[in-house]
């Protein structure tokens, strides 16, 4: 049973471009969630996903970031015209509920904007 | 709001000695959830151990234990026999019960394991 699976590993942007993070949950889980993890700090949540809707978004920046979590297929997290201070780490996690207290997390993309 | 406080940036123990990681938390809930994640150089985020608010047992989990107080809203790891593959950044977290799995971490203590 894999665990979540997120892809890549490592990416590297240019100011300006696009970036598109990947996660596959554990399977059975349809609940994901993606956080964020800047130099030196703790996780921070940015948004909480169901199939094909948004439920909680309340961390996550008003421009450039955008979340789905389409019927078929992973979770994308995407950035628009990154800029340096986006670089950190982006760790997706799955639950088989929403309440449950066992949250399963990815091993993270970070991402380094030039 | 809800806030969580690791007081100490990093710590050292020798090996096989015992170790208290601290954590204090701020809530207004009475019913919640406290973890503590391991994070090795890997990056992957590992739960180590969790604890119920409502529960006044202390969590265990083999070599890793919890002393949790509720009034003092306090939330320490305490990892006996250190191992060398205990190394690794250690956060303190908390979820409000019946919520969503909306965490709210602290900035993490950097474990070091001496030989």
């Known amino acids: 049973n894999a665990g979540v699976m997120q892809n890549p590993r490592h990416l590297v942007r240019r100011r300006g471009q696009e970036a598109r993070l990947r996660c596959s949950p554990m399977k059975g889980h349809s609940h994901v969630y993606w956080y964020r993890q800047l130099p030196e700090e703790g996780l921070k949540f940015m948004v909480y996903?169901?199939?094909?809707?948004?439920?909680?978004e309340s961390g996550m920046p008003k421009e450039r970031f955008s979340a789905e979590f389409p019927k078929e297929g992973p979770s994308i997290l995407r950035i628009q015209q990154v800029v340096r201070g986006d670089s950190a780490a982006y760790f997706c996690a799955s639950s088989e509920t929403f309440s449950s207290e066992k949250l399963f997390f990815g091993s993270g993309t970070q991402l380094s904007v030039l | 709001a809800q806030t969580v406080t690791q007081s100490q940036p990093e710590m050292s123990v020798q090996e096989a000695e015992t170790v208290t990681l601290s954590c204090t938390y701020d809530t207004s809930e009475s019913d919640y959830y406290l973890f503590w994640y391991k994070q090795p150089p890997s990056r992957q985020m590992i739960l180590v151990i969790r604890q119920e608010a409502y529960k006044q047992q202390n969590a265990t989990e083999n070599r890793f234990s919890v002393n949790f107080q509720k009034a003092a809203k306090s939330f320490s790891l305490k990892i006996s026999d250190s191992q060398l593959g205990d190394a690794a950044m250690y956060f303190c977290?908390?979820?409000?019960?019946?919520?969503?799995?909306?965490?709210?971490f602290g900035t993490g203590t950097l474990l070091a394991v001496q030989p």
């Open positions: 996903l169901q199939k094909e809707n948004i439920i909680d």
């Open positions: 977290a908390h979820k409000s019960r019946g919520a969503t799995n909306k965490l709210i």
